[in-house]
């Protein structure tokens, strides 16, 4: 297990676990440093800094947001920037009613195709949280029209499948800029998952001001870490980690930690976010 951690998500996004139960199992597996990253919203920070607190573990304020660049959904981090900078949580807010509109376009296609699932459903998984699709998908499972989180998105959720439902995004250089506007890093998730030209694409938002990149992911080979690590440096980007915890019992999930992450390369890490003099570098500290 790696001792730090930096792509989370709890129940306030598409989790599964609260923002404290996060932190006892990260705490648990001997994570000591980490960032809580839900989709579109900072709510669950306040619970898990009073979790991380008493543990003695380190939490940094984080963030994660869907944006589109060329007809491509990327996925953007942001790391210790201030939480209450209101042009951020006022996108988030708008963002998250996005994704309420999305679900009832979402629940209208699936009752066509005969799969019937209620708003009322929806909420009940979801509580307070930022709707996604895998709260969807859990919905599905529910009502036995699929086995597995990985099926709904497989037959009816994903990208081109007949309830893919887009909506309304930021460009990156838009979201970049904010989260440097909100005094924080701007790192791109899983470069991977953009396609086989994702070395393109992280050049193209380096020169839209990109920090770092993830470079240690929950199920990376050595030779997948070998060429982001080589993009790092040639862009001079700052590598970064994360296990992209959801908990939804995915074939390809990890527990948190479990991820090929050096601690050396996690010393430097949190070095450069240091240097950086972030806000929200420490919302809880980790015992020296």
């Known amino acids: 297990m790696a001792n730090g951690d930096f792509h989370l998500h709890s129940n306030t996004s598409d989790g599964v676990l609260s923002p404290s139960e996060v932190i006892r199992s990260a705490a648990k597996n001997g994570v000591q440093h980490l960032a809580l990253t839900d989709h579109d919203s900072t709510e669950g ?11 003695g573990l380190q939490l940094i304020c984080g ?28 996108y988030l807010q708008e963002q998250r009613d996005g994704r309420y509109r999305r679900m009832k376009k979402i629940l209208n296609i699936l009752n066509e195709y005969g799969l019937a699932i209620s708003e009322d459903e929806i909420l009940m998984i979801a509580g307070e949280g930022s709707i996604g699709r ?6 599905l499972i529910a009502k036995g029209h699929v086995s597995s989180v990985q099926e709904a998105f497989d037959k009816w959720l994903g990208d081109g ?16 800029s904010l989260i ?37 992911y929950k199920h990376y080979t050595e030779e997948t870490i070998k060429k982001h690590q080589q993009l790092g440096l040639k862009l001079s980007l700052i590598s970064s980690g994360g296990s992209d915890y959801h908990g939804l019992g995915n074939p ?5 930690g479990d991820i090929p992450f050096p601690n050396t390369e996690i010393i430097t890490f949190l070095e450069s976010l240091e240097r950086a003099d972030l806000p929200g570098l420490s919302l809880a500290r980790a015992n020296k």
């Open 134 to 139: 895998p709260h969807i998908a859990r919905a």
């Open 45 to 55: 920070l306040k619970e898990a800094a009073i979790a991380a607190e008493p543990l």
């Open 161 to 176: 499948k007949p309830a893919d439902i887009q909506r309304q995004r930021l460009l990156p250089a838009e979201a970049i």
């Open 252 to 256: 390809d999930d990890r527990e948190i």
């Open 63 to 90: 963030i994660e947001l869907s944006v589109v660049h060329l007809g491509t959904d990327i996925h953007i981090l942001g790391y210790g920037f201030t939480q209450q900078f209101q042009p951020l949580q006022e």
């Open 180 to 216: 440097h506007e909100a005094e924080g890093l701007a790192f791109i998730a899983h470069p991977i998952f953009v396609g086989n030209d994702y070395e393109i694409a992280v050049h193209e938002l380096a020169l839209m001001g990109l920090d770092g990149i993830e470079t240690y």
